[in-house]
């Protein structure tokens, strides 16, 4: 099973400003994935990130909001930007080893007042 | 659209006796599920999974148990034990769309 460490782990944030969660894989993956969990909802997808590739977003999100690197097999950031009370939220960073069973980070507690 | 649903947010069982937790979902196409389970500050853990072709799949003192034609699958723990108090996530795919799908997920709590 691939060991993810993500940080920060939480952080409070003012509205306007922009946060930079950071993803690191213990081994190399083809794709890196960020969720974004609201309070009380689901796991949604927000993007897929793909090394020497722009990341691909699901519907709903966009890059000038959630912009994603992935600068090598092992690595990956999600910047939050120009952040709002509405984007509260947890953010994790997985991976998949085998068909959808993933690794989850320990996720980023994020709150913007 | 919420194409996995867990109506349940919350329940709530005694120690040695059954938890089980449902999960319905409305996508035809889903053919592979799976349930992960949240500690706080923690990331999810996959738990077990079950293909379409089967309706049971059992490891250790967790089972899945699927019902197609019902769309309804379930998690069932025994005995429950305290340690087992968690969030419980269900998720599905198929295997055109490929990404996860999961439900808003149900806090189970297992009392001494």
């Known amino acids: 099973s691939a060991v993810i460490s993500q940080k920060p782990s939480r952080d409070i944030c003012q509205r306007g400003t922009s946060l930079t969660i950071q993803c690191q894989v213990d081994?190399?993956?083809?794709?890196m994935f960020w969720y974004r969990q609201q309070p009380g909802q689901s796991l949604t997808l927000i993007a897929t990130?793909?090394?020497?590739?722009?990341?691909?977003?699901e519907s709903g999100f966009v890059i000038d909001k959630f912009p994603i690197s992935r600068p090598n097999l092992t690595f990956s950031t999600l910047t939050v930007s120009n952040m709002s009370p509405e984007d509260s939220s947890i953010y994790l960073c997985s991976v998949t080893q085998s068909r959808e069973k993933l690794f989850f980070g320990s996720g980023t507690q994020l709150s913007v007042l | 659209d919420q194409q996995v649903k867990q109506n349940s947010p919350s329940l709530s069982v005694q120690e040695g006796r059954i938890s089980i937790l449902n999960c319905d979902y409305t996508?035809?196409?889903?053919?592979?599920f799976l349930w992960y389970k949240k500690y706080p500050a923690e990331g999810p853990t996959f738990l077990i999974s079950?293909?379409?072709?089967?309706d049971k799949n059992e490891d250790g003192r967790f089972t899945v148990f699927l019902n197609k034609s019902a769309k309804h699958l379930s998690l069932h723990i025994v005995p429950s034990q305290p340690g087992d108090s968690a969030v419980y996530f269900c998720?599905?795919?198929?295997?055109?769309?490929?990404?996860?799908?999961f439900g808003q997920g149900t806090e189970l709590s297992v009392k001494p």
């Open positions: 081994s190399q993956v083809t794709m």
């Open positions: 996508n035809s196409m889903f053919d592979y």
């Open positions: 998720a599905a795919s198929s295997y055109q769309g490929g990404k996860l799908i």
């Open positions: 990130a793909n090394q020497g590739s722009e990341a691909t977003y």
């Open positions: 079950i293909s379409s072709i089967k």
